[in-house]
C-alpha cells in the first residue's frame, strides 16, 4: 500500500442472496483528504462503506485502512476509523453529555477524563447547551451533531460519512460541511458518501461515482465536469407554454439531449465536443422560432449534469422514513455475521 493513501480497496464484491451489491470496486483514497462517493439509491455505496469499516466481510476482493487489511486485520482497522451512518446511532433516551461520556467510558477513558471528553466536543460541536437534554429532544441537525461527536471520541485518522447530511436544512449542512472542512485541517481522512452533488464539489478533493455496485468514473470535480463536454447551456424561457419548443430548438442546433429542471421556465444541456461554435447559433434560432429568452449563460457541465450523463437519471436524495435496499440489506447482513 503507498504510504500516500489511507484507503485502497481492491476488486471489493459483495453479494446478497443472488444481488450482487458490489461488482469489483476498487477505491484509492489519499490521506488527509476529502474523498467523496457519488451514486443513487442501492449503488452500492453503503455496502463498501462498511466492508471498509470491518461491519461486513467482503465476499471477493481487498482492502486496506493505513495499512491495515481489512479482514486479517479488523481490530487495527477498527481502532484507526469512525463511522457516522445514515441515521442516528446514540440513545435518545440518553442525554447528549451522557452519550459521549458513555463511548468514552467504553474506549477506557476514566470518569473524569470521559467527562472532560465529552464537554470539549459537545463545544465544539456547538451542542453545550443541549448537553443535559435527552438526544430525542434534539432537531435533525443537533442529532447528526452529536453523532459525529459520537464517532470522534477516539479522534479517528479516517473517517466514514455515509450520507451525514440526509435531510438537515441548509443550515445544519452548512455546519456539517464545517465540522468536515475543520477534521480535514487537523489531518484527518474523510471518506464521504452522498446523493448531494454540492456537497461533493464543495468538500471532495476526489470523487468516484458508483452506480450498479462498479466505479464507473473517478477524478477531480473539474476532470469529471470536463469528461462529459467542454461547456452547459443554462437559459430561462419568458413563457413556460414555450418551454418544449425551446427544448426542440436547442437539441436541433447543439444536438444533445435537453435536461428539464423542476423549474417551469429552465432548460440546460451539455455541450458536447465540437459543438461550441453551435452555441453561438442558438439564440438567433430560438428568437427566429418566437422564443423569448430573458436569461441564457454559457459555463462548465454542473455535477448534477456529470450525473446524469454517467448514471441516466438525477440523484434522489434518501427518504429517512423508506431505506433503500442497499441499506435494510447491509443492516440485516451485518446482524448476521455477527452471530
Not at 467482503?58 to 477498527?78: K, M, Q, S, Y
Request: negative net charge; glycine residues 8%; aromatic residues 4%.
Amino acid at each position: 500500500m503507498s504510504a500516500e493513501l489511507a484507503v485502497e480497496a481492491t476488486g471489493l464484491v459483495k453479494h446478497f442472496k443472488d444481488v450482487k451489491a458490489v461488482d469489483g470496486v476498487d477505491l484509492r483514497v489519499p490521506a488527509g483528504s476529502v474523498y467523496g462517493v457519488l451514486g443513487p439509491n442501492g449503488a452500492g455505496k453503503t455496502t463498501a462503506v462498511r466492508m471498509l469499516a470491518t461491519l461486513l466481510r467482503p465476499d471477493a476482493g481487498t482492502a486496506r485502512v493505513l495499512g491495515h487489511d481489512i479482514v486479517d486485520d479488523a481490530d487495527d482497522v477498527r481502532f484507526n476509523v469512525g463511522l457516522t451512518g445514515q441515521f442516528a446511532s446514540v440513545d435518545e433516551d440518553l442525554t447528549g453529555a451522557e452519550n459521549v461520556t458513555l463511548l468514552a467510558r467504553m474506549y477506557g477513558f476514566s470518569g473524569s477524563e470521559a467527562r472532560r471528553r465529552a464537554s470539549a466536543l459537545l463545544a465544539a460541536f456547538e451542542l453545550s447547551d443541549a448537553a443535559d437534554k435527552p438526544v430525542k429532544s434534539y432537531s435533525g441537525g443537533m442529532r447528526r451533531r452529536i453523532d459525529l461527536a459520537a464517532s470522534l471520541v477516539m479522534s479517528p485518522k479516517v473517517l466514514f460519512l455515509d450520507e451525514p447530511t440526509t435531510g438537515l436544512d441548509p443550515r445544519s449542512r452548512n455546519q456539517v460541511w464545517d465540522i468536515v472542512r475543520l477534521l480535514v485541517a487537523e489531518g484527518t481522512t474523510v471518506l464521504l458518501t452522498t446523493q448531494y452533488l454540492e456537497e461533493a464539489d464543495q468538500l471532495a478533493d476526489r470523487i468516484a461515482v458508483i452506480d450498479h455496485g462498479k466505479v464507473i468514473a473517478e477524478g477531480t470535480a473539474p476532470q469529471l465536469k470536463s469528461s462529459v463536454g467542454t461547456g452547459s447551456v443554462h437559459l430561462r424561457v419568458a413563457d413556460a407554454r414555450q418551454r418544449e419548443d425551446a427544448a426542440a430548438v436547442i437539441e436541433r442546433v447543439i444536438g444533445d439531449e435537453v435536461t428539464r429542471p423542476n423549474d417551469p421556465y429552465a432548460l440546460a444541456a451539455r455541450v458536447p465536443q465540437g459543438m461550441e461554435e453551435q452555441v453561438a447559433h442558438l439564440l438567433p434560432r430560438l428568437h427566429e422560432a418566437g422564443i423569448a429568452v430573458p436569461e441564457f449563460s454559457l459555463g462548465q457541465p454542473s455535477l448534477d449534469e456529470v450525473f446524469l450523463a454517467l448514471t441516466g437519471k438525477m440523484p434522489e436524495p434518501e427518504d429517512p422514513e423508506n431505506e433503500d435496499w442497499d441499506e435494510e440489506q447491509t443492516e440485516q447482513h451485518t446482524e448476521e455475521e455477527a452471530r
